[in-house]
Nanobody, 126 residues
């Protein structure tokens, strides 16, 4: 499966962005889709995930209350809606797909992922 992440950009603190992860080559229903981000000088961290088989969603504490993840099966796309963005949210955001049955462990291990998108830059600054 090929993943295309998009929707990043420059936003002021307190603003919102919706990131998209569009898939081609297979249906997302068979995958766990995770969102990761990597800030300059920091390790990549898992921030959200959605399990294709049942739609269960997972949001890391760093974004809890400010983000939601959803999918549109008709567009084979997963969305990450982020609100009340802060400067510390500045990072390159990646989506990834895993054929394994994952839950919270989908946010803590990159090794379980089979496919990665190219990343989209999010910059939160006034």
């Amino acid at each position: 499966v090929q993943l295309q992440a998009s929707g990043g950009g420059l936003v002021q603190p307190g603003g919102s962005l919706r990131l998209s992860c569009a898939a081609s080559g297979d249906t997302l229903r068979w995958y766990f889709i995770g969102w990761f981000r990597q800030a300059p000088g920091k390790e990549r961290e898992g921030i959200s995930g959605i399990r294709g088989s049942d739609g269960n969603t997972f949001i890391a504490d760093s974004l809890k209350g400010r983000a939601s993840i959803s999918r549109d099966s008709t567009k084979n796309t997963v969305y990450l809606q982020m609100n009340n963005l802060k400067p510390e949210d500045t990072a390159v955001y990646y989506c990834a797909a895993s054929s394994a049955y994952l839950g919270w462990n989908g946010l803590t291990s990159e090794r379980v992922y089979d496919y990665w998108g190219q990343g989209t830059q999010v910059t939160v600054s006034s």
